[in-house]
């Protein structure tokens, strides 16, 4: 029964983004079935060694060859991803789905993929949006921003060979950062002390002085660091309070 769709589908010539009645009795995959095809053929695959973005793109594919469809050039940021069939991907190593940037639509269908700790499918579930409204107990929407550079028609560069005059201090060669630690740190600044990872500041800042000629990679983590603190400072003098996320 199970094949009996994917064979439909593969003659169909349909692409993952071709409009499916719900009632077809031919081509509609039904979420009992649509789970044993996946666990079916995706079981055991690993995604090992690959950047997430890459590991999303190779999880659809393999979505596409389960079901009979053609695999595409490029996968279109569409919603969901699968219109077709009415569902999205999620490749999940731990129990804490999180749809971004839109609701839970009662009628999508959410491919949970389950991932060991060494990035293997060891199983799929295929849940319902009102199956998972009933979990969500926040309510609450995540939203995800991402900055994209728009190139205009002037060409504009902000480069500068001197640093600002607040970071030059802390990015001299020769300096010794190694005396700053969590506890000065608090004692000089506490409600902004407050707001970070002591293990964080301490992993950081604890490695002996270097110089930049000399040191240039350990140098990037502590001038980063610093730069933090120094944005959060700002931002507690400017404002009285703030609401930061730890490191």
Known sequence: MKQRYVEAIRQSGLSIY???EIDDPELWIP????????????SSISLAGLPNRSRSKVLK????????????????KTQPRFPGQCFDTYGQKKNNLQVWNEELSPIRRYVVIGLDTNSIV????????DTLAVLDKTGTLTQKYQA????GLTKNELISKEDTCLLSPFVRAGIDLSAIGPKSFKYRYPEAFSKINPKAFHTILSSSSCSVADCRESMSAKIFFVLSIISLLMALSGSGKGNFSTY
């Open 18 to 20: 071709d409009h499916i």
């Open 31 to 42: 979420t009992p079935e649509l789970e044993k095809l996946l666990n079916r053929s995706l």
């Open 61 to 76: 594919e393999n979505v596409c060859r389960a079901l009979g469809y053609p695999v595409p050039k490029a996968f279109k």
């Open 122 to 129: 060891k199983k799929i579930k295929v849940v319902t949006g």
């Open 148 to 151: 994209q550079l728009v190139i």
